[in-house]
């Protein structure tokens, strides 16, 4: 077991030290699709200390051409990201503390989690759920590596609450033209060479060193790079990060909310506080109705009017096939909430 990291060791900038380092640190990745699965599986490998990986989806068949932690057999049964996701990197490295979270990342999460870790990883696939991540940061003084891929393009920013610009400061540079990976497509490639930033941005903080104040971009099927420093960018009168920060993004929404995920003709719906779902029983009151009803660890889903509902343990809901949030709403009272 001593030769597991000796490689790592052997690179100048991480050390014994610094591996020493890295088996204290607590890292935080928030999405468990493409890139949170090539960040995480790179950081159990390098030993980090305690991984927390916090998903809200479960695994499809269109998952599996990218997102490299999960099996054929994850999309067959519907697993949810985040349980896949702590199993299999539980398997790659039994040595660390591993913490798959299947919820979505809000506001009420996103406070308790920063308080406790010494790094974010993005690995989300929006630009909402990033603000809720720089607005935590920010609050919370934790550093957050930002990553984004679409096509064959990728995107990286580190950012060090206090001293770098954040999210907020820059959202004028970035690329917010509505394309998303079921839009546009993606290939794997873009996702590794984006995660390999991160992670190697991630590494580089936790053993001590410093991150890098340039936004990197590139395209790995064009060949293009670019790399700029914003560090100049600093908005200081930015409402997230700046001595009068309104940290808008944590304001807590109330009622019932409801978010089109994006070109999935799917619309989520979440019941005004988290619940706790007996799924069991809920599947029995719908299999008259439903014909089957299937309910694994943390889900359960069933077809109704030709719809496809996976509901989760705290009532967050998924109906697919609908593109009309008061449908989706209709349906939700209907099927779930009764
Ligand atoms: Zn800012």
């Not at 889900?299 to 008061?326: A, P, S």
């Amino acid at each position: 077991m001593a030769e597991r990291y000796s490689r790592q060791e052997r690179f100048a900038p991480i050390g014994k030290e610094g591996q020493a380092l890295l088996a204290e640190k607590h890292v935080l990745i928030v999405g468990a699709g493409a890139l949170g699965s090539a960040n995480a599986e790179m950081l159990a490998r390098a030993g980090i200390g305690r991984i927390t990986i916090i998903d809200r989806d479960y695994i499809e068949w269109s998952n599996l051409a990218r997102q490299q932690l999960y099996t054929e057999e994850d999309a067959a049964s519907s697993r949810a990201k985040a349980k896949a996701a702590e199993a299999r990197l539980k398997a790659i490295n039994s040595t660390i503390e591993v913490v798959g979270i299947a919820e979505e990342f809000d506001p009420e999460n996103a406070e308790l989690l920063l308080k406790d870790v010494d790094m974010v990883i993005d690995g989300t696939d929006n630009f909402n759920t990033r603000f809720i991540i720089n607005d935590a940061a920010c609050k919370y003084k934790v550093p957050w590596i930002y990553g984004g891929c679409v096509k064959s393009d990728g995107i990286s920013l580190s950012i060090l609450p206090g001293q770098t610009p954040c999210l907020q400061c820059l959202i004028d540079q970035l690329p917010q033209d509505g394309e998303t990976c079921e839009t546009a497509g993606i290939i794997g490639p873009a996702v590794q060479v984006t995660a390999a930033y991160q992670t190697a941005e991630c590494l580089k903080f936790l053993t001590g060193h410093s991150m890098s104040t340039h936004l990197v971009s590139f395209d790995v099927w064009g060949r293009q790079y670019s790399s700029i420093d914003v560090a100049k960018l600093k908005d200081p009168q930015c409402a997230s990060c700046s001595a009068e920060a309104q940290f808008p993004y944590l304001k807590k929404e109330k009622g019932i909310r409801t978010a089109v995920l994006c070109g999935r003709d799917t619309v989520q719906v979440r019941p005004g506080r988290k619940e706790n779902v007996n799924l069991e029983r809920l599947a029995q009151r719908i299999e008259p109705l439903a014909g089957e009803a299937r309910v694994n660890e943390v889900l359960l889903r069933f077809h109704m009017e030709e719809k496809r509902f996976v509901v989760f343990k705290d009532g967050r809901t998924l109906i697919h096939g609908v593109e009309d949030v008061q449908e989706a709403k209709k349906l939700y009272h209907r099927y779930v909430e009764a």
